[in-house]
């Protein structure tokens, strides 16, 4: 795709812009869980519903700042059926969705802790940048799994992307283990450019929005499937109306820094 061909050129210039990089280049992975929050989980951003794993390169400039390439894989996943709200409940809509992310980051650590003159072996730090997110949201319906996004559920005239820009920010701890050795924990929320990932927005379609009829009326409002009256009269609030949902990816890591005695010194 076109953003992640600009995200690979840009730091492949960075790398061989200056051969001395090689010394500095940092290679990590990372594990945890994912988080989600929309129309389907409103009120708690911690709420961790799968599991999360990515990898990074990285280029160290001085102790301080950093640029990276991240890999994030991560699943979501939220259900009406599990609300404390019995509005919800009765909505009954339910998602999962797998979250493929690359991002291009820039990190800022509190302190130096690769200099040959670091004293300090733990630092707080930041992130912040931009990415690109695939994400497909799925549901299953008398056992069968559904694509949501090729059903129009609240009669879309086509169908949504199923690639967004994404606004990864966060921070976490980074600990020296060894010259080369990091440990760390983060956490990154993430703001996407969609209300799509759970594939609830805004409003009950008529169900005459769907001219060959099929699932699209079906998968869009399930209220009635247990007590066969349904709730989404056309019109009617169908998503809590925020222009965007979001997720979060939380976990620890390790990192190995290509580190040399010629490296930070000013």
């Not at 090689?22 to 799968?50: C, F, H, R």
């Not at 600990?175 to 993430?190: K, S, V």
Request: glycine residues 10%.
């Amino acid at each position: 795709m076109r953003y992640i061909k600009i995200i690979k050129f840009f730091l492949l210039s960075i790398l061989i812009s200056n051969i001395s990089f090689a010394q500095q280049i940092e290679l990590g992975l990372n594990a945890g869980g994912a988080s989600y929050m929309g129309d389907l989980n409103q009120y708690n951003p911690v709420k961790i519903t799968g599991l999360s794993a990515g990898a990074f390169v990285k280029v160290n400039f001085d102790p301080y700042w950093a640029v990276g390439l991240h890999y994030n894989y991560g699943k979501v996943k939220g259900a009406d059926s599990l609300s404390k709200f019995a509005q919800e409940r009765d909505r009954n809509l339910s998602f999962y969705t797998p979250l493929n992310e690359v991002s291009l980051l820039l990190h800022f650590n509190f302190f130096d802790l690769f200099s040959p003159a670091a004293k300090k072996r733990l630092s707080p730090y930041l992130f912040a940048g931009v990415g690109i997110l695939n994400y497909e949201p799925k549901t299953k319906y008398q056992g069968e799994e559904y694509l949501l996004r090729l059903y129009n559920t609240e009669g879309q005239t086509e169908n949504y992307k199923k690639f967004t820009v994404t606004i990864p920010f966060g921070g976490g701890v980074k600990y020296r283990y060894t010259e080369h050795l990091t440990i760390f924990g983060q956490a990154g929320f993430r703001s996407p450019l969609t209300d799509y990932i759970d594939d609830v927005s805004g409003v009950y379609a008529n169900r005459n929005s769907w001219p060959n009829g099929g699932l699209g009326p079906v998968l869009s409002d399930r209220s009635g499937e247990k007590t066969g009256v349904y709730l989404g009269d056309p019109g009617t609030q169908r998503g809590d109306f925020r222009k965007r949902d979001h997720y979060m990816f939380v976990g620890i890591g390790i990192s190995y820094t290509f580190v040399s005695q010629k490296c930070f010194t000013f």
